[in-house]
């Protein structure tokens, strides 16, 4: 009997051991193999491709052409722009106070030269109207003169009423002092005259000064519009409004020119350096082109750059975009 419990837990052992076992398998069947990783891909021999980015040729900076701070741009980076174009507002307060201050003083002389012209034509008027009055009383006075004489001269031989005589000297006294009178008042017309043409002749000399300077200050204030001095596309254009610029010293845009003529440079390490060599020829791929290939040349290589040009057949090709260039090895 002993022998059979025996016989019988052995049995069960064994069960245990091969279902251990059956389950150890099934989980090393499940595990999924190692896979190796891909070998790097293995350039042509003959070739050398890398990514770059499109660059212009010839760059044309814009210097500032007043300090003070940016109002506004007038164009954004990418944007193309032609010779002439406005491009740029500067504000420049001590310009603008110098304009207003030259224009005030042109506008107040110029007030005062209208001014004086209006006397001058109420002079000329009033020296016309004297003139003629002047004529008048002549007239008068010289036919008082006339009577009056007459008068005299028969008073003294009796032959002309007391009365009478009297009359012809009073009218005779009053055309004389009227004469006087009027004559006097002509002369200071005159001289009015003379006086208005002098101060008038001072006051349009003064408004040409006085403009000129206006000129100069508005010329000065013009400074603060920006234009751009050639066709091409803007590559950069110094932050945005607000910013403040220094004459002369900051470039606010550099505009891109010649885009028929183009460069990619690329970025190269110590490997690739020392298997390029200038003049290689090479080829630009662009998808804007289709990948079609563009011949180039490579042109420089210096600190860790290489630089490829090549001519530009499509106005779609602009700096900025990305090329891949394959470099022919030696």
């Not at 028929?260 to 970025?267: A, D, H, K, R, S």
């Amino acid at each position: 009997m002993r022998g059979k419990w025996l016989l019988f837990g052995g049995c069960l052992i064994l069960l245990a051991i091969a279902a251990g076992a059956i389950t150890v398998w099934r989980q090393q069947q499940a595990k999924p193999a190692a896979v190796a990783p891909p070998p790097p891909p293995v350039e042509p021999s003959g070739d050398l491709s890398i990514t770059g980015k499109i660059e212009a040729r010839n760059v044309v900076p814009v210097k500032a052409p007043s300090s003070g701070t940016v109002e506004e741009y007038l164009v954004n980076e990418g944007e193309e722009v032609y010779e002439g174009q406005l491009v740029a507002r500067l504000h420049n307060p001590t310009l603008s106070t110098e304009r207003d201050q030259a224009k005030e003083r042109a506008d107040k002389t110029q007030e005062r030269l209208n001014q004086l012209e209006s006397q001058m034509l109420a002079a000329r008027l009033e020296v016309s109207r004297g003139r003629a009055e002047v004529a008048r009383i002549k007239d008068d006075y010289a036919r008082a003169d006339r009577a009056y004489q007459r008068q005299s001269m028969l008073n003294q031989q009796g032959a002309t009423p007391r009365l009478t005589f009297e009359k012809a000297r009073k009218e005779f006294e009053g055309l004389r002092a009227d004469l006087e009178t009027t004559t006097a008042r002509q002369q200071v017309a005159e001289g009015r005259i003379t006086d208005l043409t002098r101060d008038i002749d001072a006051t349009r000399k003064s408004l040409e000064e006085r403009n000129t300077d206006l000129e100069a200050a508005e010329a000065n204030l013009q400074a603060t519009q920006v234009h751009a001095p050639v066709d091409g596309i803007i590559l950069k254009r110094k932050g945005d409004a607000g910013v403040e610029i220094q004459q002369g010293e900051d470039d606010l845009f550099e505009i891109a020119t010649d885009l028929g003529n183009l460069q990619v440079v690329v970025e190269i390490n110590a490997a690739q350096q020392a298997k390029l060599k200038e003049g290689a020829p090479a080829l630009v791929f662009l998808t804007e082109m289709g990948n079609e290939p563009m011949n180039g040349e490579l042109a420089r290589i210096a600190d860790g750059r290489a630089t490829v040009l090549f001519q530009n057949p499509n106005p779609l090709v602009k700096p900025g975009l990305t090329a891949q260039v394959k470099i022919r090895l030696p």
